[in-house]
């Protein structure tokens, strides 16, 4: 009979086939012990199937009479099964995907046993000897368990080898950190892993630089791990990965090692408070004022971004940044085009946060109000008038005028005297803004010409020193122009000493003629210097005592004299007064 072969989970009786019996048998049979037990996959173990029963499978179904007499003439020619064993080496084999392994089937059959492997792999025969053979299983792509089998004399034994195939991942990802996150808070991290085999020795391994977070089994497909730590300061800038670690030592084929692409973390502080914003609450047109906001405790300062803006315009700014706290600095304009109430908004943005703070800002047109002098250089006497005028919707007032409510215009008319020259007239406008009274002023100066004054005030007539003494002497005049003044001695013409005289000398005794000059007069007048000498000192300074202490009798007596007038003057007015009303009463009506 010839040897039957199993072919990836198929039993084929080839050869030729004995004669008929009956009727006649198919060409080809496969496998009669299918027919009772078909074998469905190389999981699945072949049923043991003896040359009688396949003899009884193949009977024809027309000669029920000849199979007992067929049964009974086999049993008596053939022996009972032996113990003859088939066995596999290796029994395990751990291969990378797409590998291949040699497999050595091999039976304890006495006689020659019909060995084979049965698997969906790609197989080749490699080698053979006595009730052995030697497979190579090649592209390997999954985990498989094939099958030897051996077939000795109406047994069949079947042992299996477990093939685990590993693979690294197809895909390792850290999902997308945050763009900022909050110190203080949770965050989560987590990592997703496709692929990779066997998953019983695949880790997951989630990690701050080369500080580990977490260690978990990959489960499922695809495989997620996560962890949650509290974002400090200390993690702006820290890079977060995730690792796969696929260990095969316990097979003696190392430890495999994955890391997915870093993420870098960004954290940040911004406290919950409004920035401080210092800037003015009015702004009149034609002008420009500083704007200044800040804010502290940030963290990083440097990450800090600031939006100061009028309205809708945005101001150019210029950021100073410290350690954790920054001062943003603008100009803002009055321009006829912003005139009006306004937001001046200031935000801080740090991460996805931000904080404002705003004011109000009034940008208001406040022109000067105009002041005119017909004339503003006169000759004394000549007659001037001064107004005042304001914008419309002001009101003004003019100082040195009478007295009078503010009003949009006011005016009066004025005498010029020497006293007038260098006078300021001063012309106030008043306009409230946003609850703040705001005044403008114009000046004028009125300038009178006058001739020459040598006044008494302005220049002594008389002076009279102790010789060798310090002195000052002065004489000046006054006018506009300015006049020219020389005073010269009468006996030969030399002039008058004036200023700090130290000490006095008795040549400059004598006296002088002064002329003050200008183009519009002259004035003269006399001034006389006299020096003692010392030996009159003494006698000038007992006469003047004298004479002090006797004028100073005259005038108190003078005094005491008047006041007593006075008195009896009153008095006289008294009495006179009741006599009048006594004769008013005596009178008949």
Not at 61 to 70: D, T
Not at 226 to 238: H, K, P, Q, S
Not at 267 to 294: A, D, N, Y
Request: with cysteine; glycine share 8%; proline share 8%.
């Amino acid at each position: 009979m010839p040897e039957p072969s199993l072919r990836r989970g198929r039993l084929e009786v080839s050869g030729k086939a004995a004669p008929p019996l009956g009727p006649p048998w198919p060409a080809v049979i496969k496998n009669p012990c299918a027919l009772r037990a078909p074998v469905r996959s190389e999981h699945l173990s072949p049923p043991r199937c003896s040359l009688r029963t396949a003899l009884a499978a193949m009977a024809p179904a027309g000669a029920p009479s000849a199979l007992p007499l067929l049964l009974a003439l086999l049993g008596a020619l053939l022996p009972e099964p032996g113990d003859a064993q088939v066995s596999v080496f290796p029994t395990e084999a751990t291969l990378p995907r797409g590998g291949s392994v040699l497999v050595n089937c091999s039976s304890t059959c006495e006689e020659e046993a019909f060995l084979g492997l049965e698997t969906p792999l790609t197989k080749e025969e490699r080698d053979r000897g006595h009730n052995w053979k030697v497979f190579k299983l090649s592209d390997v792509e999954e985990d498989s368990k094939p099958m030897c089998f051996s077939n000795c004399g109406p047994n069949q034994t079947l042992a299996s080898i477990s093939i685990t195939v590993y693979r690294l991942p197809e895909h390792m990802e850290l999902f997308p950190l945050p763009p900022w996150q909050p110190v203080g808070e949770n965050l989560t991290l987590k990592c997703q892993v496709k692929g990779g085999a066997p998953r019983a020795q695949l880790t997951l391994v989630l990690l701050r630089g080369e500080e580990e977070l977490s260690r978990q089994p990959a489960v499922g497909e695809p495989a997620e791990g996560n962890a949650t730590v509290l974002a400090g300061r200390g993690d702006y800038g820290a890079n977060f990965t995730c690792r796969a670690e696929l260990d095969l030592r316990p097979q003696g084929l190392g430890f495999f090692q994955n890391t997915s692409a870093p993420r870098q973390l960004r954290t940040f502080v911004l406290p919950m408070t409004s920035p401080q914003l210092e800037t003015p609450r009015i702004l009149e047109v034609g002008t420009s004022e500083k704007v200044v906001c800040s804010m502290g405790g940030l963290f990083p300062a440097s990450e800090a971004r600031v939006h100061l803006a009028l309205g809708d315009h945005r101001l150019n700014t210029t950021v100073t940044y410290n350690k954790d706290s920054l001062s943003a600095t603008a100009w803002v304009e009055g321009t006829a085009e912003n005139e009006g109430d306004h937001p001046l908004v200031c935000a801080i943005m740090l991460g996805n946060q931000s904080q404002e703070s705003w004011r109000n800002l009034t940008v208001y047109s406040f022109p000067a109000p105009n002041l005119t002098l017909s004339e503003q250089e006169v000759s004394e006497g000549t007659q001037v008038e001064v107004a005042c005028e304001a914008s419309v919707g002001l009101r003004v007032r003019l100082s040195d005028a009478p007295a009078e409510p503010w009003a949009p215009s006011v005016q009066f008319l004025l005498n010029a005297t020497a006293e007038d020259n260098g006078r300021h007239f001063s012309c106030s406008a008043a306009l409230e803004v946003a609850g703040h009274l705001l005044y403008k002023n114009q000046t004028k100066e009125l300038r009178v010409l006058y001739g020459p004054r040598l006044d008494e005030s302005d220049c002594l007539g008389n002076w009279t020193w102790p010789e060798e003494t310090n002195q000052k002497l002065s004489c000046q005049a006054w006018g506009n122009p300015v006049p020219q003044l020389t005073c010269l001695r009468e006996t030969d013409g030399a002039l008058l000493p004036t200023g700090d005289l130290r000490p006095v000398k008795k040549q400059y005794e004598g006296t002088y003629i002064c002329k003050a000059e200008s183009p519009r007069g002259a004035v003269t007048r006399k001034v006389f210097l006299t020096v003692l000498t010392a030996g009159k000192n003494v006698l000038i300074i007992v006469l003047l005592t004298a004479g002090a202490i006797l004028g100073a009798v005259v005038v108190a007596t003078y005094l005491y004299n008047r006041q007593r007038k006075i008195k009896i003057y009153k008095l006289l007015k008294a009495q006179e007064a009741a006599a009048m009303k006594l004769n008013t009463q005596a009178t008949p009506p």
